[in-house]
């Protein structure tokens, strides 16, 4: 089955504690991106990467890093998370333009920085 | 930059009944695509329709379908018999043809289904 999957689905932690959320797609996309998700603003992009050791700054890269050393991956770091980072996370993943630019999305993690 | 305004942040319907969604968005490019994606209780993010700019023909998918007004920059989602299934959050989202062809979010609209 084709998916993007994200762990940990729920995570609650403390100011300063470095955390990272995983994210993996089985479906051979190049490109992956991170979003955050906060009521009344939408989805707002995080960092993308087009490709194996090519990543940039979305919208709102502050506080975020991201790597992304083997295709199937994109970890989203925070390495000193503070209480502004609450937030749902989403990951998701794209394929070439012959598939119409439909992202898959993972199915969110919920962060809670207290 | 492109930006996208959902001005309804909530909508309410009766079941069996249509509802119309409202998306604007801005952007000065010629190509691009738009879509809505639904958000229910789950969290998922699901495609519900998309719409190629360059095509004149409004989409149509099931029960949903939309109205694109490319001079007014308007893109509207129109729910037919509605079901209690369709309650969640609706977002409306654009896309670049060119460059990273990141996705750009309005705020949502929380669509409420009344039996």
């Known amino acids: 089955e084709a998916q993007v999957t994200q762990n940990p689905r729920y995570l609650i932690t403390v100011t300063g504690k470095k955390l990272t959320v995983t994210c993996s797609q089985n479906m051979n996309h190049e490109y992956m991106s991170w979003y955050r998700q906060d009521p009344g603003l939408g989805l707002r992009q995080i960092y993308y990467s087009m490709n194996v050791e090519v990543t940039d700054k979305g919208d709102v890269p502050e506080g975020y890093k991201v790597s992304r050393k083997e295709k199937r991956n994109f970890p989203l770091i925070l390495e000193s998370p503070s209480p502004n980072q609450t937030s749902l996370y989403f990951c998701?993943?794209?394929?070439?333009?012959?598939?119409?630019?439909?992202?898959?999305f993972g199915p969110g993690t919920r962060l809670t920085v207290t | 930059a492109q930006t996208v305004t959902q001005s309804q942040p909530e909508m309410s319907v009766q079941e069996a009944e249509t509802v119309t969604l409202s998306c604007t968005y801005d952007t000065s490019e010629s190509d691009y695509y738009l879509f809505w994606y639904k958000q229910p209780p789950s969290r998922q993010m699901i495609l519900v329709i998309r719409?190629?700019?360059?095509?004149?023909q409004n989409a149509t998918e099931n029960r949903f379908s939309v109205n694109f007004q490319k001079a007014a920059k308007s893109f509207s989602l129109k729910i037919s018999d509605s079901q209690l299934g369709d309650a969640a959050m609706y977002f409306c989202a654009y896309s670049s043809f060119q460059g990273a062809q990141k996705l750009v979010f309005g705020q949502g609209t929380r669509l409420t289904i009344n039996p």
């Open positions: 998701a993943s794209r394929g070439d333009r012959g598939e119409s630019y439909e992202q898959y």
């Open positions: 719409q190629e700019a360059y095509k004149q």
